[in-house]
C-alpha cells in the first residue's frame, strides 16, 4: 500500500483571494487580522487545526459547524497567514486538504500614529517580522 503523498502548500491573499507564490508574507491589514481574531468561528477552527492537522471535514465533525462556516473561516485564516494547507492525492486518485496552523507570533503596538501589527516567526521568543500592517484610520 502506497502513503499518500503532499503536493502543495495552498497559499491565498487576503485581499484578493487569489494564491499567493510559497515564501511571499499574507497581506491581511491590522483590522482584517482582529476582526479574524474577534470571530469566535475562527478562534475555534484555528485551535482546532494548531492541536494538530485536520481536514476540512474532520473539523466540520469536531466542531460540530456547517460546512460553509468551516470552510469561510480557514480561507480567511489561510489569506491571514495563520494556518496552512497541503493537498495530499491517494494512490486511488481521491485527494484532500489537511490544514494546520503556521506557528506564528503577532505583537500589537499602540501608538499615537496608530495601531500597527507584527507578524513573525521563529523559535521561542526569536521573533523575525515578517510584515507591519498599519489599521486604517
Known sequence: MTTPQPVTNDRSDATTGRRRPAGSAPT???DE??????????RRV????ADRPRTGREL??????????VYRRLERLEA??????????DPDGNHRKRFHAVDAVLEFDLSPGGLS????????SDVRANRVVHADD
Do not use: Y
Request: no cysteine; charged share 15%.
Open 46 to 49: 484555528l485551535r482546532a487545526v
Open 60 to 69: 466540520v465533525a469536531a466542531l460540530d459547524a456547517s460546512k460553509s462556516t
Open 33 to 42: 487580522l482582529l476582526e479574524l481574531l474577534g470571530d469566535d468561528h475562527a
Open 80 to 89: 491571514a497567514g495563520l494556518a496552512e494547507s497541503t493537498l495530499t492525492i
Open 117 to 124: 501589527v507584527s507578524v513573525g516567526t521563529g523559535a521561542g
Open 28 to 30: 491581511a491589514s491590522a
